[in-house]
């Protein structure tokens, strides 16, 4: 259910290693002004391009988890300060060229398999790429390193890295033990 009406923002370029003031600003804005469904769409897969006398760099796979990352922790951030629940809900969403029919085009920083890879993870989340920490971190890892090793990972192994999180009584040799046991290939990433 949407309150008060939904919002779409989407940096769609950048210029810089960080996002633009308004990607944080906006949301805090309506956030302020009473609404609580928020959307925004995170492109990846990009080229190098200029336009409007400005320089833009394509995206690498680490510059796609900072901008989850960041959606995720402003969501956090807003409902730790004010008096109702935020949701920001962020939707990564594949550059493909109007001019690929084929729709098989892969960036200069990405590659096919982690295309793949991202599309497998985001299986879970419907496309939603933010959702709470704990689901976050284990779809997505803990930081840019995590993420890009999960892209790496043999597809048909992708489903089991929930499998990983500690279970209750277990100590962390246990849980080291299952992984090592079910994922050989994990100590070579």
Known sequence: MISRGAVSSSPRCRRTRTLPGSFRLRPRLCARNGITHMSNYLLYNGEDFTGKGHSYHADTPEDLYERMRISMDLCEELNA?????????????????????????????????????????????????????????????????????????????????????????????DTAARKRRLTPWWHAC
Do not use: C
């Not at 990405?110 to 284990?138: C, D, H």
């Open 81 to 173: 300060e004010l008096d109702h629940k935020v949701a920001i809900f962020s939707f990564p969403m594949r550059y493909i060229p109007l001019s690929d029919l084929k729709r098989g085009f892969v960036g200069a920083r990405w590659n096919a398999k982690y295309l793949r890879a991202l599309q497998r993870m985001l299986i879970p989340t419907q496309g939603k790429g933010v959702s709470s920490r704990s689901f976050f971190e284990a779809d997505f890892g803990t930081s840019p390193d995590e993420f890009v090793m999960y892209l790496a990972m043999p597809e048909e192994h992708l489903g089991w890295r929930g499998h990983f999180a500690k279970r209750k009584n277990e100590t962390e040799a």
